[in-house]
């Protein structure tokens, strides 16, 4: 079955730029999402399409892919923007499937 | 605005079945799909499958095939996921989330989540 690959763990200190990585096979032609998930929250859509931020998304939060990689980038990360990240993507079939998930952490 | 409202926390015996709710509004319910995603105790998340709002179409997901279904009420932007045969591995939290047509893959809006609990 399809997989898209995370870190675990990135760690930052504050103001430093956080990047995470997503990789997948299919990533050249299907576009991947991000979305963030605090402890006890439903998950948020943070970037859509590989690089589109939804209206609400602070401009730190930005998207990119290049080949079977996906990046999201937060440039100068915050301590609120702890939390769970995800990719999400799907496969040539349509099968839709999200990445392991990392813990990014800003202290 | 988008708005997708779960129904509430349940607890279950192993083998039964459960069927959890999501009423939507802000948006026009038959012009997009919905997908349920799941999420074990201190686990990723898992996609679950797929329903058209417009014509009922469904994709589920290979390992689910078989206790899984998923429906929609269009009169009342209701949609509808139900799991039969429990085990206490389908213990966790179930979101629904608004996704497009015509096969989903771009989950934007997402329910509160619903806790459902398979223990004896």
């Known amino acids: 079955s399809y997989e898209l690959t995370q870190p675990p763990s990135v760690s930052v200190s504050p103001g430093q730029t956080a990047r995470i990585t997503c990789s997948g096979d299919?990533?050249?032609?299907?576009?991947a999402y991000w979305y963030q998930q605090k402890s006890g929250q439903a998950p948020v859509l943070v970037i859509y399409?590989?690089?589109k931020r939804p209206s609400g998304i602070p401009e730190r939060f930005s998207g990119s892919s290049s080949g079977t990689m996906a990046t999201l980038t937060i440039s100068g990360a915050q301590v609120e923007d702890e939390a769970d990240y995800y990719c999400?993507?799907?496969?040539?079939?349509?099968?839709?499937?999200f990445g392991g998930g990392t813990k990014l952490t800003v202290l | 605005q988008v708005q997708l409202v779960q129904s509430g926390a349940e607890v279950k015996k192993p083998g039964a079945s459960v069927k959890v709710s999501c009423k939507a509004s802000?948006?026009?319910?038959?012009?997009?799909?919905i997908s349920w995603v799941r999420q074990a105790p201190g686990q990723g998340l898992e996609w679950m499958g797929w329903?058209?709002?417009?014509?009922?179409?469904?994709n589920y997901a290979q390992k689910l095939q078989g206790r899984v279904t998923m429906t929609t009420d269009t009169s009342t932007s209701t949609a509808y996921m139900e799991l039969r045969s429990l085990r206490s591995d389908d213990t966790a939290v179930y979101y629904c989330?608004?996704?497009?047509?015509?096969?989903?893959?771009?989950?934007?809006?997402w329910g509160q989540g619903t806790l459902v609990t398979v223990s004896s």
């Open positions: 299919a990533l050249p032609k299907k576009y």
């Open positions: 329903i058209s709002a417009y014509n009922g179409n469904t």
């Open positions: 802000g948006y026009t319910f038959t012009s997009y799909g």
């Open positions: 399409e590989d690089s």
């Open positions: 999400y993507s799907t496969d040539s079939s349509g099968n839709q499937v």
């Open positions: 989330a608004r996704d497009a047509p015509p096969s989903g893959g771009s989950i934007d809006y």
